[in-house]
């Protein structure tokens, strides 16, 4: 047999090696070279012919022939295991995992039902969400598919933690969130991102004062009390108070360190009932302690200083009051004795005689004893009436008087009750009505009456020519004295003219729970709706000066005034309330004119939310098409509006108390010019282009109007030029 072509390669040398490795087993070893090749398949050397080996070779034939046989076992066994194991194994497989399928499709299911098979318990919202939806949308099953995928939407964003927010104030801001809007989790949702933006705004806001920790602490705890849990409303307050607080900081700032802390110290304190008197009381408090350090005044007249701070450690004012009257003093020495005090001492010491202080709802009364035709009745505030509940009771005496027995005054502040039994006590004697001076000029005027606390305050105030009336400063100090009710006296005669009342307001009582900063003119409020918020900002921030008048007092006209009905007075209350709401909401509409106010709106959030898709997250619409549905919105919005109002006026009745007769007008007149305005432009802006909320208009680009344009939060300040 001849060697392959390849016999020279390194694959033949190798083979070669093999050959010798077994001539050494199998042959003697050769003389020379070996005569024979070797069989790549079978592994064995063929001799060529004519080959001669010695007779010794074949004496360890057997040996030879074992060795050979060893070989070739090993070739096969190698091949083997090569082979056939993974085969085997990839057999093996296949049949457990057919057997496996077999037995689990057989009996597995009666094994692991329990187990494996169990469906998750259901959700009871999301069954609630399907069955508002089929409420809402019955035969439209493509926009009821729509508004269930956006509450699950909304309901697994609500459950999702914002960074930064606490997770205790997270779970209020849901439980309110929840509780403005059952089962609506798309309005839950809006809600929650605007509070928890507020919230983090608080601490921003916090940082930037120039207050320390202390002062900081008590304007959030004080604003979260009134508050509580609306951190959108204590957001713009915090910035108010700590903006106010941080500024009469800064402009008493030379003041000396013991001053500040006391004045700070009390401060704190009256936070808690009221932030904004607090932080009015904090500038006061600085500018009586300036003005008594700086007031010069002739050297004769010694130390007038003197013993002050010790007489009222606490309270700069006082002490300024004092150092005023000892100037009085000093200027009037030389003159009769009479005249050191005007007369003062026996002026209140008459209205010790004749007041009866009265405490109900954290405010002190002045009430009085009068006689009608014989008979005493009990004279008192018109605003007691806002905490009669079944019955009044005065310690004086043991009166007592059912609701039903007060009557109320057709023209003023003041309602009276017959009083049964004896009263140890003479009646008020009133100057009548035709003695009241015209003009005041020159009058000794005094007015004395109860602050909220009931302790005596007395003002003297400087009369001009003409009618009784106040001047800025004087009022401010009868506005102090908490209610109506204190008694105006003529110095130099002694005679009670009248009793002081402050008429009602347009309203700006029952603006208390409301962010005050949206009643203001905005560069982003719509067009021509500027008339509107100064109509409304005017009752919300009245001049309350010319609202102190003096009122006669004439027994004999007891006679003529409407019995008391408690229901339909608070009624009425709650009447005005809704309408000052109304107002607010849609004066706010159109001041800050963003779709995103709108959807928190308690007024417009309606009509809002059922256009939030086609607005915010719906395709792309035409520019006619999206104006058309913003022209819907509009009529929607004021349509709501619309039904509120007409359900208030239904309600009003056409003689309402004095109380609120003139709040009640005030208010009607603001919505007719806000529902003319949104009317007027619903009509005469058809392409709705000069009316469109600033936050939509960033959403137009060139003939389309695209909802999912993101807009940041610097291009939104930007447009609101905040």
């Not at 120039?210 to 509580?228: D, F, H, K, P, Q």
């Amino acid at each position: 047999m001849e060697a392959p072509a390849s016999f020279g390669s390194a694959r033949a040398r190798q083979r070669t090696r093999r050959v010798a490795e077994m001539r050494r087993g199998f042959f003697c070893p050769p003389r020379g070279k070996p005569e024979g090749i070797f069989c790549r398949s079978t592994r064995v050397i063929f001799l060529k012919k004519n080959f001669a080996c010695p007779e010794s070779c074949f004496a360890s034939s057997r040996r030879a022939v074992l060795v050979f046989l060893r070989n070739c076992f090993d070739t096969a066994r190698a091949f083997a295991l090569k082979t056939f194991p993974i085969k085997l194994i990839l057999l093996a497989v296949a049949f457990a995992l057919l057997g496996g399928w077999y037995c689990y499709d057989k009996y597995g299911g009666d094994i692991f039902a329990g187990k494996f098979n169990a469906e998750p318990p259901a959700d009871p919202r999301v069954e609630a969400i399907e069955k508002r939806g089929m409420e809402l949308f019955p035969t439209k099953e493509k926009q009821r598919e729509r508004w269930i995928a956006d509450q699950k939407s909304a309901m697994a964003k609500i459950s999702q933690r914002r960074r930064g927010v606490p997770a205790s104030m997270g779970d209020e801001i849901r439980a309110l969130a929840e509780k403005k809007f059952p089962g609506d989790y798309d309005r839950q949702h809006s809600f929650v991102m605007a509070q928890e933006t507020a919230a983090l705004a608080i601490k921003d806001a916090v940082n930037s004062f120039g207050l320390s920790r202390e002062e900081s602490s008590a304007v959030i705890e004080a604003v979260a009390r009134i508050y509580a849990g609306d951190y959108t409303a204590q957001a713009s307050s915090v910035m108010r108070l700590g903006d106010a607080l941080s500024a009469v900081k800064e402009k008493w700032k030379d003041v000396p360190k013991s001053d500040y802390s006391l004045i700070l110290k009390n401060t704190l304190e009256k936070m808690n009932e009221d932030p904004d008197a607090a932080v009015r009381y904090f500038d006061r408090q600085f500018l009586a302690r300036h003005n008594f350090l700086m007031k010069k005044f002739p050297p004769e007249f010694g130390n007038l200083r003197e013993g002050i701070q010790e007489m009222f450690p606490s309270d700069f004012c006082a002490q300024l009051a004092e150092l005023d009257s000892r100037l009085d003093a000093a200027f009037l020495k030389g003159k009769p004795a009479e005249a050191y005090d005007g007369g003062k001492k026996q002026t209140e010491d008459f209205f010790y005689k004749n007041v009866f202080i009265k405490q109900a709802g954290g405010m002190s009364f002045c009430c009085y004893f009068v006689e009608v035709a014989g008979k005493k009745a009990f004279l008192f505030p018109a605003e007691m009436l806002e905490h009669v509940g079944g019955e009044l009771k005065f310690d004086y005496g043991d009166v007592v008087f059912k609701s039903s027995d007060i009557y109320v005054s057709p023209d003023s502040m003041f309602a009276c009750a017959a009083v049964s039994g004896d009263v140890p006590a003479s009646p008020v004697e009133f100057c009548p009505p035709s003695d009241i001076p015209e003009s005041f000029e020159g009058k000794r005027i005094a007015i004395i009456g109860a602050n909220r606390d009931g302790a005596r305050r007395s003002i003297y105030p400087v009369m001009k020519k003409g009618a009784f009336a106040l001047g800025v400063a004087d009022y401010s100090k009868v506005a102090n004295l908490g209610a109506g009710g204190a008694m105006v006296v003529d110095a130099d005669s002694r005679k009670l003219l009248g009793l002081i009342e402050l008429s009602p307001s347009n309203g700006i009582e029952f603006f208390g729970g409301f962010d005050a900063t949206y009643v203001s003119t905005s560069p982003s409020q719509m067009p021509g709706c500027e008339p509107l918020i100064k109509n409304l900002e005017s009752a919300v921030r009245q001049d309350l000066s010319g609202r102190a008048r003096l009122v006669p007092i004439d027994p004999e006209s007891f006679k003529s005034w409407r019995k008391f009905d408690a229901g339909e007075y608070a009624l009425e209350g709650k009447i005005l309330a809704d309408l000052c709401a109304l107002n607010y909401w849609a004066v706010r509409f159109v001041r800050t004119n963003t779709f995103v106010d709108a959807l928190g709106s308690a007024r417009a959030g309606r009509a809002a939310g059922k256009y939030k898709y086609d607005f915010l997250e719906g395709p792309r619409l035409h520019k006619s098409l999206f104006f058309r549905k913003y022209s819907d919105y509009i009529r929607e919005v004021l349509s709501d509006m619309s039904l509120e109002a007409d359900r208030i006026a239904k309600n009003t009745p056409k003689n309402p108390y004095y109380r609120y007769a003139a709040p009640l007008s005030a208010q009607s007149e603001i919505f007719k010019s806000v529902s003319a305005y949104l009317s007027g432009l619903s009509r005469t802006n058809s392409d709705a282009g000069g009316f469109l909320h600033v936050d939509l208009n960033e959403r137009l680009d060139g003939d389309s109007y695209k909802p999912k344009t993101l807009i940041s939060k610097e291009r939104m300040n930007e447009i609101l030029s905040f």
